[in-house]
């Protein structure tokens, strides 16, 4: 018998669930899907928006959207369209219940759980499939599939059980496909390294303008020192790029901050002459305080199990 046999919803970033139906069932084959459930959870930040995993005689379809993954389990012989038309009317109405600013904030593991309701009445729907009612919806469902069909998801791709997993090279997303060694992911951004990230610039655009006017102060005086000059942009180059720092990832991240710590405070000694203290004491502190915003955003560890 074809059926949907769970479903839950999942945040994209780092597979917290925010909610997903009742299970009963606590078969092998249902506990070697849980086990799947997890592996993807923890991988949707770099699958595609809309993919199918089979596992013999169960599907694990999802889709993705607005940073919110909504996930399926079915029998293998469950029609593709009602799977995919079922998880667009989950999506519809988590959208409508809850705001982004809820989901983006959300802490604790299954906090809407009260979405189980919807669920579970929808299931019920999509497992009667002579009371649906939505023809022009599967009919347009069947259009999309056709014209841009799911992921097909091969469990050598997720690994084993234990979070390690393999994706093959040579794979990007946007046509059904895997992207090759994504980018590390930060940890999220707060409003301390908002602040240092926005100093940083303003840091960068006035040692920009100066160097500006030390070429026309040069150009006018003969006698003028071109040093100066190369110390402005310098300590533009080191500002901007302690922002690269703060925004991505990169080998050697916390060092390289340092480094360019170092090289503000040695252009700001070198231009001693030129500003006050008060200018100075400026640009070394918001130095200091990027490089400490840049130590503290690390890499996001390996997902919480949770028992999605």
Not at 200 to 222: K, V, Y
Not at 232 to 249: D, K, M, P, R, W
Not at 291 to 305: E, N, V
Request: charged share 15%; with cysteine.
């Amino acid at each position: 018998m074809s059926m949907i046999l769970s479903a839950s919803v999942v945040r994209v970033r780092d597979g917290l669930p925010l909610s997903a139906s009742t299970d009963y069932d606590q078969s092998m084959g249902m506990q070697e899907c849980r086990k799947y459930f997890k592996l993807l959870s923890k991988k949707l930040s770099q699958l595609p928006d809309r993919c199918t995993l089979k596992t013999g005689q169960y599907n694990i379809n999802f889709i993705s959207s607005l940073g919110v993954s909504y996930m399926m389990l079915c029998t293998e012989n469950y029609p593709s369209v009602l799977a995919f038309c079922f998880l667009d009317e989950l999506q519809k109405e988590f959208i409508t219940t809850y705001n982004m600013m809820k989901t983006n904030t959300a802490i604790r593991p299954y906090c809407f759980i009260e979405f189980d309701n919807f669920i579970q009445r929808t299931k019920q729907r999509y497992n009667n499939t002579r009371s649906l009612s939505t023809k022009m919806n599967l009919a347009d469902m069947q259009t999309e599939i056709k014209l841009r069909p799911p992921y097909q998801i091969s469990v050598s791709e997720l690994g084993s059980a234990n979070g390690f997993s393999h994706v093959p090279v040579g794979m990007y997303k946007g046509t059904g496909k895997i992207s090759a060694a994504p980018h590390q992911r930060l940890e999220p951004v707060t409003l301390p390294g908002i602040v240092s990230f926005v100093l940083s610039l303003l840091c960068g655009a006035l040692n920009l303008i100066r160097g500006f006017h030390a070429i026309e102060s040069l150009l006018q005086n003969e006698g003028e020192d071109f040093s100066y000059v190369i110390a402005f942009f310098l300590g533009t180059a080191a500002c901007l790029y302690q922002c690269y720092l703060f925004v991505y990832y990169t080998g050697w991240r916390n060092a390289k901050s340092f480094l360019t710590f170092g090289l503000i405070c040695l252009c700001n000694m070198y231009l001693y002459e030129l500003r006050n203290l008060w200018q100075l004491f400026f640009h070394v502190t918001v130095g200091a305080f990027s490089t400490l915003q840049i130590r503290l955003r690390q890499p996001q560890g390996k997902s919480p199990d949770y028992n999605v």
